[in-house]
């Protein structure tokens, strides 16, 4: 069992920056790969970004590249995501998430726990 803690989320201006976190429990934690998602009101929860059990590996969406980061920190259980140029299209709840064995997965329905999720608005 793991259960995942977002935090980090707020309000910030168009080009601005955040840093969330994500604080697993569960000794296994280094066992999992981690992945990124987001949801706006009316759409699909969608893949932003995944990370391997090291943290040498990471895989991005397409509309983050170049300016997110996701980062883990196996010793403290954490696993971050480094946002910078901030758009209004990124506004969203961002929710991270579990996927025993495996990573980078960008279907949702393959991870097996989530966090609660963390508001994420960006103003034009």
């Known amino acids: 069992q793991v259960q995942l803690v977002e935090s980090g989320g707020g309000l910030v201006q168009a080009g601005g920056s955040l840093r969330l976190s994500c604080a697993a429990s569960g000794r296994t934690f280094s066992s999992y790969g981690m992945g990124w998602f987001r949801q706006a009101p009316g759409k699909e929860r969608e893949f932003v970004a995944g990370i391997g059990w090291s943290g040498v590996n990471t895989r991005y969406a397409d509309s983050v590249k170049g300016r997110f980061t996701c980062s883990r920190d196996n010793a403290k259980n954490t696993v971050y995501l480094q946002m910078n140029s901030l758009k209004p299209e990124d506004t969203a709840v961002y929710y991270c998430?579990?996927?025993?064995?495996?990573?980078?997965?960008?279907?949702?329905?393959?991870?097996?726990?989530w966090g609660q999720g963390t508001q994420v608005t960006v103003s034009s």
């Open positions: 998430a579990a996927d025993y064995l495996n990573w980078g997965r960008r279907e949702k329905n393959e991870y097996e726990y």
